[in-house]
Protein backbone atom coordinates (compact mmCIF):
# COMPACT_ATOMS: atom_id res chain seq x y z
CA UNK A 1 0.00 0.00 0.00
CA UNK A 2 1.99 2.77 -1.31
CA UNK A 3 -0.27 5.74 0.46
CA UNK A 4 1.06 4.19 4.10
CA UNK A 5 4.29 4.50 4.94
CA UNK A 6 5.46 1.21 6.35
CA UNK A 7 7.40 0.88 10.33
CA UNK A 8 9.77 -1.78 10.18
CA UNK A 9 7.50 -3.99 12.78
CA UNK A 10 4.16 -3.31 10.26
CA UNK A 11 1.84 -6.24 10.12
CA UNK A 12 -0.31 -5.67 6.92
CA UNK A 13 -2.13 -9.05 7.66
CA UNK A 14 -3.80 -9.28 4.49
CA UNK A 15 -0.41 -9.35 1.90
CA UNK A 16 -0.32 -12.25 -0.27
CA UNK A 17 -3.61 -13.77 0.76
CA UNK A 18 -5.63 -14.29 -2.19
CA UNK A 19 -7.85 -10.84 -2.78
CA UNK A 20 -11.59 -12.99 -2.68
CA UNK A 21 -10.91 -13.64 1.04
CA UNK A 22 -11.98 -9.70 1.54
CA UNK A 23 -14.45 -9.97 -1.10
CA UNK A 24 -16.79 -12.54 1.28
CA UNK A 25 -19.69 -13.98 0.05
CA UNK A 26 -20.84 -15.30 3.46
CA UNK A 27 -21.03 -14.55 7.17
CA UNK A 28 -18.28 -16.89 7.83
CA UNK A 29 -16.12 -15.35 5.30
CA UNK A 30 -17.06 -11.94 6.55
CA UNK A 31 -16.04 -12.96 10.12
CA UNK A 32 -12.43 -14.33 8.92
CA UNK A 33 -11.80 -11.33 6.65
CA UNK A 34 -12.60 -8.95 9.85
CA UNK A 35 -10.14 -11.80 11.91
CA UNK A 36 -7.41 -10.91 10.07
CA UNK A 37 -7.98 -7.06 9.72
CA UNK A 38 -8.29 -7.20 13.54
CA UNK A 39 -4.54 -8.61 13.77
CA UNK A 40 -3.32 -5.54 10.72
CA UNK A 41 -0.82 -2.99 12.09
CA UNK A 42 -2.93 -0.98 9.37
CA UNK A 43 -6.47 -1.30 10.55
CA UNK A 44 -7.18 2.38 11.16
CA UNK A 45 -5.60 4.18 8.00
CA UNK A 46 -7.11 1.16 5.94
CA UNK A 47 -10.01 2.14 7.63
CA UNK A 48 -10.02 5.68 6.96
CA UNK A 49 -9.39 4.95 3.05
CA UNK A 50 -12.13 2.42 2.81
CA UNK A 51 -14.67 5.32 4.52
CA UNK A 52 -13.78 7.61 1.85
CA UNK A 53 -13.05 5.35 -1.46
CA UNK A 54 -14.56 2.15 -1.25
CA UNK A 55 -18.10 0.46 -1.55
CA UNK A 56 -17.21 -3.32 -1.42
CA UNK A 57 -15.01 -5.59 0.28
CA UNK A 58 -13.29 -5.81 3.25
CA UNK A 59 -11.32 -2.98 4.58
CA UNK A 60 -10.04 -1.73 8.05
CA UNK A 61 -12.37 -4.67 9.59
CA UNK A 62 -15.42 -3.31 8.20
CA UNK A 63 -17.52 -4.50 5.03
CA UNK A 64 -19.04 -2.01 2.65
CA UNK A 65 -22.59 -2.16 4.28
CA UNK A 66 -20.78 -1.25 7.98
CA UNK A 67 -18.85 1.82 6.11
CA UNK A 68 -22.42 3.06 4.84
CA UNK A 69 -23.80 3.24 7.73
CA UNK A 70 -20.54 4.99 9.18
CA UNK A 71 -20.42 7.11 6.75
CA UNK A 72 -24.48 8.21 6.61
CA UNK A 73 -23.60 8.80 10.78
CA UNK A 74 -20.63 11.16 9.90
CA UNK A 75 -21.66 12.70 6.48
CA UNK A 76 -18.96 11.22 4.48
CA UNK A 77 -18.93 10.84 0.54
CA UNK A 78 -17.17 8.51 -0.85
CA UNK A 79 -14.26 10.30 -2.80
CA UNK A 80 -14.14 8.10 -5.87
CA UNK A 81 -16.95 7.27 -8.62
CA UNK A 82 -18.47 3.51 -8.89
CA UNK A 83 -16.23 1.23 -10.33
CA UNK A 84 -16.85 -2.47 -11.23
CA UNK A 85 -16.24 -4.99 -8.54
CA UNK A 86 -12.89 -6.42 -10.75
CA UNK A 87 -10.98 -3.26 -10.49
CA UNK A 88 -11.65 -2.54 -6.89
CA UNK A 89 -10.31 -6.01 -6.12
CA UNK A 90 -7.11 -5.20 -7.94
CA UNK A 91 -6.65 -2.18 -5.69
CA UNK A 92 -7.15 -3.75 -2.64
CA UNK A 93 -3.90 -4.04 -0.38
CA UNK A 94 -4.22 -8.18 -0.69
CA UNK A 95 -3.31 -8.09 -4.56
S1 LIG B 1 -7.81 -5.01 4.51
FE1 LIG B 1 -6.72 -3.32 5.53
S2 LIG B 1 -6.94 -3.66 7.75
FE2 LIG B 1 -7.51 -5.56 6.68
S3 LIG B 1 -5.63 -6.78 6.67
FE3 LIG B 1 -5.65 -5.63 4.72
S4 LIG B 1 -4.55 -3.69 5.10
FE4 LIG B 1 -5.05 -4.63 7.08
Redesign the pocket.
Known amino acids: ?SWVPLEIDTV???RGVDPDL?FPQTPEGVRVAKE??AA?S??YE?LAWGLHHEEYG????TTGRDRKRMRRAAGIKLRTPQVALPIERHH???A
Open positions: MVACFRCCLICIWGGHPA
